[in-house]
C-alpha cells in the first residue's frame, strides 16, 4: 500500500501541532473544517437562539431579569438563581472549538482530580456568551483571552460562570460581546472526585496475587460524558484537536490517544508526561489513563506500533490480544485503503468496565474478558469473542473515530458498521474461527426485538442524555449489521467495498449522515475511476437489472430509507401456482396475529424495498427481484418441486410459504436435506419457530420441521433446532408444567442420544465441533442425563483433588462447574476459586455455575456479594442477576431483589445504561403469566411516578404479553405433539 493516506494525516498534525494556542494555521473554510458546508451554514443556525435573542439580550445586558419576567418560561435558572442564557439542550453553534489544552492531574490516593483547560475558540456569530458541557467538576475560575491579548501576553479577563446542571451546562459570562470570525482562548480551572461508577474519569481496582488492592484512574466518555473529566463542547460534531498532559507518581504510568513526546520532573518528584497533540476529532474519543499496568508489543506492518496492557499479573494473557490486533490491523489497513492515522494503538483491559470495549482513538478500553486469552481456561467461545471485539474497536478506528455521524439518532453508522466489519475481516484473518457460520445469529437476536411494535427505526430521534445511551442497543448493532450485509450481498463485495471507501475517504475528521452514506454507495467512482473516464460499475458479474437498479442513486436512497427510517421487518409471503410466484410483503409482527384487531392499524403506511433472492430445484443459480410493492409476481422459467427465499439467510426478512409450500421443504429436509445449503436449512428453522409466534404456522408443523435435525450435518443448523426446543423446555419448566417438561426432557435425550453420546470431554475439532460439544454437553447435565453427570462429577472432584491445578478442557469447563456447584462443599470451593483466579474467562465460568444453585440462601450470597461490590465486581452484577433470574430456583429472588434494590441498583448504574437495561429485562423478559405481567407493569409504573422512565418498558411488557399468549395457544400442540411423537 502506498503512504498518501498517512502523508494526509501528518500535514494535519503538523497544521495543528505549532506553539502557542493560536499556531493553528488559519484554514480556508473553516465551516468546512467543522464538519458544516458554507450552504448548511444557515441551516445549522436553526439551533442558535433566533438573532432576535442575541440583540435582546444585549439590550436587556444590565438586566436580564426583566427578559425573564416576559417570559419565565424560556429561561432556565442557574444554580445561583441568576437566569442561565440557553435553554436547550444542544449547544448553541455560533462558537466553535478548535483546540484543547489539557492539563490533568489525578491523585490516586485521595481518589481525586485538579486540572486546567485551554480551549482555542472561533466565533461564528457575535455573543455574549460562550455555552458549553460540564457535569459534577467544581469550577474554579474561567478567563478569557482574545487573539491579541495573546499576542501582546495580556492576562485572561475573568468570566462569570453560570451552571445549569439539568442540561448538564455552564455558561461563561463575557463582559464585551465576542466578536464574529475571531478567535479567543478561553481558560477554566477546575476540580471533581475520580467518579464512583464507569463513566467519566473513574476509579477502578484490581487484586494482585499478594492479595494487595491497587487503584488506578481511567476514562470512558462515550457517549456523553467527557463533560465529567473536563468542561467541554460534548457533541460529536463539534471536532477539534487535543494536546493532553498528565501528571502522575513515578511508580505508575500515563497513557492516553497519542504517543507521548516527553517527560518533566516537577518539583516534589512528580512527573508530567506531554502527549503529542491528536488529529481532529470527536470529545466522546478522548481518553488517559493512570496505572501501573505493564503490555507486550509489536510493529503492524505499516509501523503502527501495537501494545496490549492488562494489570502486571495478567500480562501473561495478553499475546492472544496483540496476534489479533496486528493481523486486524493491517487487513483494515488494506480493506479501507487508508493507513491508521496515528502512530500507535494501545489496547488495555481495565479491571471495571460497564460495557465489553470503547473505541478511543488510539488508546482502546476493554474490559478484561473482551481482550485477555487464556490458553488453561478460555474456551472457544471465549476466543471467538475476543477476537470479534478487537475486530470491533478497531473498525471503529475508522467507522466512527474517522467519520463520526452528525448526531446520536445515527449512532448505527458506527455500531451497525463496526458489527458488520468483524464478519467482513474475520472471514480472512481468521477463517478457522468460521464467524461466518455465526453471523446469522446477529440478525436472528435482533429480530426478536425487531417484530415487537415498541421497537425503533434504526435511525431514531435521541435527545436527552437517557434517550442517547438507550440508542445503543441491538437495533443499532444488530439490524444496522444485517441491513448493510443484505446491502453487500445485492451490490456485490467489490461495489460495498469501494462505496465504503469513497465514504471514508470523503468524509475523513468530518461527519457524516444517512445519505452521505447512500451517496457514497451509488457514486462510489474514486479519483482515479473518474479521471480515467472508466465507468465505476464495471463489474461484469451483476445482473443488468441490479445495474441499471444501481445507476438510478435515488433508487438507492429511497430502499434504504424504507430499512433505516422504517422500524420493523418485512414478512414475504410466497405463493406457488405452476410456474408463478405470487409475493406479497407486509410487517411482521410476533405476538400479533392476522385474525387480532390490531393486526390492520398495526400494518398501515408499512412497505419496504426488499431485494429478495430465491433457488429452485431447478436452478442453482441465485435468482433476484427487488420487491417494492404490496405484491407482485414473478414467472418461473421451469417446474420446480420446490422454491427457497432469502438464500443463505442474507436479507433482513422473514419468508412464509402458502399452501403447501412449508410441506414441500419438510419433504426435502426429511428426503435429502442437503440439497439445500446450510444456512438455507439455518434459516428455515429460525423463520419456521418465529411465524409460530406471528400465528401463521403451527407448533407441530414447526416441530416437524426439526425431526430431520438427527441427519443434520450443519453444526449450525443443529444448534439452532436444540436452541428453540431447549426454550420450549426451559419455559414449561419455568412454570412448572411438569407433564410436558417430562416428556419434553425425555424427547430431547432420546432423539438427541446420538448425538450426545459422541461427545468426549477434550478440546479438539473445529470451532463448531467445539460450540455443539460445549452446549450439548450443558444441555444433557441440565436434564440430569446420568452418563454426563458422571463424567463432570468424576472431573469436579479431581480438579478439587488437585487444588484448582488439573487443566480440564476449557469448552467443558462451565458444565464441569456447574454439576459440581450443585454439593455445598463444591460450591463453596468454587467461590474460594473465584476469589483466588485471575483469569476472567474462568471467573465468569465460575460465577455462571454458582448461579445455577437450587439453594435460595447461596442465590441471595451472591446478590449481596456483588452488590458489596468486592469478590464479585459491580461489573458483573448484571450478568449475575441476569443467569439468576434463568434459574427456576433463582427467578422470584432476582426480580424480588430489582423491585425492593431500585435505587441502590440506580446509585450503581445509570439510568438507560447497558446494565441497567440488561438488569430489568434480564430479571422479566421471560415472565409468562398474567399474574407476572401485572406485577411488572406496577412496577414499572411506579418507577415512571418516580421519574424512571426507559424505552425498554415497553418493550418488556410486549413481550410478556406475547409469552402468555404463546403458551395459550401452542402449550396444547406442544402436549399432543411429545405424545404422538414418543
Ligand atoms: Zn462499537
Redesign the pocket.
Known sequence: MDSSGRREADEAEAKSKGSGPFALAKENNVYANFGILPEQKVKAEIRSPPFKFATTWIEFTSSPIDQFNKDPRAFPIATNGEIFPWHELRLPTVIIPLHYDLLIHPNLTSLDFVASEKIEVLVRDATQFIVLHSKDLEILNASLQSEEDVRYRKPGESLTVLSYPAHQQIALLVPEKLRADLRYSVAIDFQAKLADGFEGFYKSTYRTLGGETRTIAVTDFEPTEARMAFPCFDEPLFKANFSIKIRRESRHIALSNMPKVKTIELEGGLLEDHFETTVKMSTYLVAYIVCDFTSVSGTASSGVKVSIYASPDKWSQTHYALEASLKLLDYYENYFDIHYPLPKLDLVAIPDFAS????NWGLVTYRETSLLFDPKTSSISDKLWVTKVIA??L??QWF?NLVTMEWWNDIWL??GF??YMELISLNITYPELQFDDDFSNTCFEVIKRDSLNSSHPISNQAKTAIQIKEM?DAVS?NKGACILNMLKDFLSEDTFRKGIIHYLKKFSYRNAKNDDLWHSLSNNCLESDSASGGFCYSDSKKTSNTLAFLRKNVELKEMMATWTLQKGIPLVVVKREGRSLRLQQERFLSGVSKEDPEWGTLQERYLWHIPVTYSTSSSHAIHRHILKLKTDTLDLSEKTDWVKFNVDSNGYYIVHYEGQGWDELITLLNQNHTLLRPKDRLGLIHDAFQLVSAGRLTLDKALDLTRYLQRETSIPALLKGLEYLELLYRMVERRNISDVTENLKHYLLQYFKPVIDTQSWVDKGSVWDRMLRSTVLKLACYLNHAPCIQKATELFSQWMESSGKLNIPTDVLKVVYSVGAQTTAGWNYLLEQYELSLSGAEKNKILYALSTSKHQEKLMKLIELGMEGKVIKTQDLAALLFAIARNPEGQQLAWNFVKENWTHLLKKFDLGSFPIRMIVSGTTSHFSSKDELQEVELFFESLKAQGSHLDIFQIILETISKNIKWLEKNLPTLRKWLLITT
Do not use: I, L, P, S
Not at 465489553?356 to 473505541?359: F, I
Open positions: 465489553g470495549a470503547m473505541e470491533h474497536e473498525a471503529h466512527g458506527n455500531e463496526a458489527t445503543f448493532y
